[in-house]
């Protein structure tokens, strides 16, 4: 191999390390809040924290209006050794949003979910969940943005998409 080889291919090498450096960079950067669709539910992830099966519950288009109270659920994963906390959820659509135990008065929003532990605030009868009160209009089926913040954990917006109550856990129809 003449001196020439050498140096084309020390030259190739130092580019191949340059290369994989920059991925290995990439790879390691920290990541920001991310956020999946699932067939109809929304997923995302700031932190250690999971949320999963993102959704809100309405009627039908005609039944709703301005004012009223549509349930938000969600699951919370603590992936950390650390309790985490979610102290905020926020959308420009509602008043406000709330934390309510089935029938029991709605409060401020503090949820503590325990460090490797699960805090479900999923649909079902009297089970504690999340609420968009005075909403400003009705939602039909359109997807929303919902702000969650978790102090030590960081804060995400997810569309979270409205689904139809026929949808949910709790729903019978009437005839």
């Known amino acids: 191999m003449n001196r020439s080889d050498r140096g084309a291919r020390a030259a190739l090498h130092a580019l191949l390390a340059a290369c994989l450096l920059l991925v290995c960079l990439a790879c390691a950067e920290e990541r920001g809040p991310e956020q999946w ?4 539910l929304v997923d995302g992830q700031v932190g250690p924290v999971q949320l999963i099966h993102a959704h809100i519950l309405a009627p039908p288009m005609g ?3 301005a004012g ?13 050794d650390r309790d985490q906390v979610l102290d905020g959820v926020s959308t420009v659509h ?11 008065k ?6 503590t979910v325990p460090a490797r532990r699960i805090a479900s605030l999923q649909e079902g009868h009297d089970r504690p969940h999340l609420e968009l009160v005075g909403i400003h209009r009705p939602l039909g089926a359109t997807p929303i943005d919902v702000t969650f913040r978790f102090p030590s954990a960081g804060t995400i ?10 949808r949910g856990a709790g729903y019978s129809s009437r005839g």
Not at 37 to 40: K, L, V
Not at 94 to 104: C, H, I, K, L
Not at 157 to 166: C, E, N
């Open 106 to 111: 709605p409060q401020p929003i503090e949820v």
């Open 63 to 65: 039944e709703q209006k």
């Open 157 to 166: 917006t997810l569309r979270i998409p409205v689904l139809p109550l026929s």
């Open 94 to 104: 509602a008043d406000s949003v709330v934390y309510r135990e089935g029938r029991e």
């Open 68 to 80: 009223d109270a549509l349930g938000l659920y969600v699951t919370l994963v603590n992936n950390s």
């Open 37 to 40: 669709d699932r067939g109809g």
